[in-house]
């Protein structure tokens, strides 16, 4: 993948481009607004990386100029603000995904790899297919090998996201925040109680299962 | 020269306005009590004068000149109290009680007037009496005058009118009396307002206006003030107790945070010592610190504001419903009775993402406190006074009576629960919320102590309906 960090903090850019590149991506990073706007209008990119608070240009003013051009690259949001209204005027501006700093390095590749699949399942379906799980968005039912499994509507969304997330670790407010559309961070472990009784589901009774728990990070559903 | 303070205050000018209006109507009333009374005194005399007048004419017109000549003198024997008086045409006098005409000049016209008669007491004394007359040309053109001493009606209307004249003066007196009483009180009221306002532009976040109950609107304004001020006191103290509190409580993991990362780089110096672990260690107090600082943000951002964000029309049912579902499965994974009682058809106009947040934290409390066996219950119910109350009890140890109120505040930890992870901050923004959206957090015992277990504790934020 090829991603752009438009970040002014340098050794902040430098660890995620590190940290990136490790993950076998490829980076390129701009130290300002301008610097980062003439990047993206020349390269293609699969995900931007933009701070909200930089010199010259700020990431709110870059991305409403691109997505004016027609640029639709997936922008994940880093901000320092980590207010509802500033996560709301961010996603306004045309932002995609928002994520305060200080931030996990896991929850940041989570997230910026979330994002660049989002690009590639732009088409409506209707059928969501990982190795042996099958689940079909109409008819709201969901088959392994060919055995139907019941679940609850919030388990099923919580599947959703992870088959159309297949092969990428999810991490625990990802869900929170995707699945059910909270962004606080509970002192208990709530999510990982719905992610085993989920996992107990779709994996119980199968010679080999296929929701792992990523250490440091959180989930991920495999093929 | 300045007016004394009284006479500058606007309710004693109010009370000038309305003493005027006072005195004009009271006048307009006086005035129509003279008429009918002392008005109506002068009516009659004239009434009878004209009789008299016609009693004499008709004589006259009987019997001619010395018929009425007879009459009068006849009438001035008697102890009529008339004074009469006959003349030629020419007005030279005939005959009569009196010498001649109090009349200066006389066109023909009947014609009335006022004037003196003088008389002499038992004394001697010469004593000016008024007196009131009808002059008229006779057919024959001889002229009668018909007079009456009206000296008794005089003192009654004399009277009449100095009861008026009393009457109205005690008006003003009562009225301005009633007026500076009425003010002194009005503006003893606003000078403790103003008194308060000047403390507080001194610094003096603690002065206070005087509520005297009466439930006016100065009351109502002294509450409304005295309110202000607990809040925006609050809000210093919370301030400052914000302040002294990050240092405190970001120093000692950082402190901490500092020590682990020294001791491991001399074991690592020394080649012994586990760099993996040391660095998880290290990441995990780092966490520790930001989820500190992220809570304490959240709550100074939350009471600084004095209101939540972006309020919504919802229904308390649907959100606590939603915080069922997510936290249900850990319940029972950690041996809990869940139970919820959620009352519908109730409105609030609330930050939703606040109100979820508060939930999660009381459930987050409840879970962490409630040994396995134990019970937790989320209800939503509509409270007598109309208000909306979310509340979960659980069957924990409780907290202590005296121990209620201090566990709200940022950073308290009870001893028992120093071995819990947490900062200490989640009541705090569970109130902190409930304020910013004009409510309020109540702490009670829970469902009360059987053996071992309870006696639990009950946390209730309460909101004011939409």
Request: net charge negative; proline share 4%.
């Amino acid at each position: 993948m090829r991603i752009l960090i438009v970040e002014d903090d340098l050794e902040a850019a430098a660890v995620m481009v590190r940290g990136l590149t490790e993950s076998g991506h490829e980076c390129l990073s701009a130290a300002d607004g301008e610097a980062g706007l003439g990047e993206a209008r020349q390269g293609e990119f699969d995900v931007m990386i933009v701070d909200r608070m930089m010199p010259k240009m700020d990431g709110v003013t870059l991305v409403e100029t691109l997505r004016r051009e027609g640029d639709q690259t997936p922008v994940l949001f880093l901000s320092a603000l980590g207010e509802i209204n500033d996560r709301v005027d961010g996603l306004k501006a045309g932002g995609d995904d928002y994520l305060v700093k200080p931030y996990a390095f896991a929850e940041l590749i989570a997230r910026v790899e979330a994002l660049a699949r989002r690009r590639e399942t732009g088409s409506v379906q209707t059928l969501l297919r990982v190795g042996e799980l099958e689940m079909d968005l109409i008819g709201r039912t969901v088959h392994r090998q060919g055995r139907e499994i019941d679940l609850q509507p919030r388990e099923f969304q919580l599947l959703e996201f992870m088959m159309r997330h297949a092969g990428q670790a999810v991490t625990r407010t990802m869900l929170l925040e995707k699945v059910w559309e909270y962004h606080f961070d509970p002192q208990t472990n709530v999510i990982d109680v719905h992610v085993s009784r989920l996992r107990s589901k779709i994996d119980k009774g199968f010679d080999r299962p296929m929701l792992q728990t990523v250490r440091g990070a959180g989930y991920r559903l495999d093929a | 020269m300045r007016l004394p303070r009284i006479f500058r205050t606007t309710p004693f000018r109010l009370t000038l306005l309305f003493l005027a209006l006072f005195a004009a109507s009271a006048s307009a009333f006086l005035a129509y009590i003279y008429i009918a009374t002392a008005g109506e005194a002068t009516r009659r005399v004239d009434q009878l004068i004209t009789r008299e007048m016609r009693t004499l004419q008709s004589a006259y017109g009987r019997a001619g000149t010395d018929a009425l000549n007879q009459a009068l003198i006849e009438r001035a024997a008697s102890e009529r109290p008339y004074l009469y008086l006959l003349m030629k045409p020419d007005g030279a006098r005939i005959s009569g009680s009196i010498e001649e005409s109090p009349l200066e000049s006389f066109n023909g016209e009947a014609t009335w007037t006022s004037f003196q008669v003088t008389e002499f007491d038992v004394q001697g004394r010469e004593i000016d009496r008024p007196a009131r007359g009808l002059q008229e040309r006779l057919s024959g053109g001889e002229i009668l005058f018909v007079g009456a001493d009206i000296a008794e009606d005089e003192a009654y209307v004399v009277k009449i009118v100095r009861a008026l004249w009393g009457a109205g003066a005690l008006i003003i007196v009562l009225g301005l009396a009633g007026g500076v009483v009425v003010s002194r009180n009005v503006s003893r009221s606003m000078t403790g307002l103003t008194n308060v306002v000047d403390a507080v532009r001194n610094g003096d976040l603690s002065a206070r206006a005087p509520v005297r109950g009466t439930r006016d609107e100065l009351d109502e304004l002294a509450v409304g003030l005295n309110e202000m001020l607990d809040r925006l006191e609050r809000s210093m103290a919370g301030h400052k107790h914000t302040g002294d509190a990050i240092a405190h409580d970001l120093r000692s993991p950082l402190t901490r945070l500092r020590a682990r990362l020294e001791a491991s780089f001399l074991d690592l110096e020394a080649g012994r010592g586990d760099p993996q672990a040391a660095f998880a260690q290290a990441l995990d107090d780092t966490d520790g610190v930001l989820k500190t600082f992220g809570a304490v943000l959240a709550i100074a951002r939350l009471q600084a504001a004095g209101a939540a964000p972006d309020p919504v029309l919802f229904d308390p049912a649907d959100l606590a419903a939603d915080i069922c579902e997510l936290y249900e499965p850990l319940c029972e994974d950690d041996g809990l009775d869940f139970k919820a009682e959620l009352a519908r058809g109730m409105a609030i106009r609330a930050n939703r993402e606040f109100m979820a947040q508060a939930l999660a934290n009381l459930m987050d409390n409840a879970i962490k406190y409630t040994p396995k066996g134990g019970a937790i219950m989320l209800r939503v119910r509509r409270r007598s006074s109309g208000e909306v109350e979310f509340s979960v009890t659980d069957t924990g140890p409780g907290v202590p009576e005296e121990d209620r109120t201090r566990v709200v505040e940022r950073f308290v930890r009870l001893e028992n629960s120093r071995n819990l992870p947490g900062a200490g901050l989640g009541l705090s923004l569970v109130a902190a919320v409930a304020e910013a959206h004009g409510g309020r957090v109540e702490l009670s015992e829970g469902p009360g102590k059987v053996g071992e277990i309870g006696p639990g504790l009950r946390v209730a934020v309460i909101l004011p309906p939409a």
